[in-house]
């Protein structure tokens, strides 16, 4: 389930066209796509941490 959900982080911010910059757009669908599993096992900070990173990691690359 990890993996499906790190992997659609990066598809959805490959295909998603929004006017604003790729990095904040990585942030910002990672953040999104993160908050679910987190909220599920009460487990926020790392979740949610590593799919902000995540997501800014690969909106930089994708610029």
Known sequence: ASFINRFAIGFFIAITDIPIPSWTKGILIGLLLSLPDA?????????????????????????
């Open 39 to 63: 909220i599920i096992t009460k487990t926020y900070t790392p979740i949610i941490g590593v799919g902000a990173i995540g997501g800014l990691i690969i909106g930089l690359l994708i610029k």
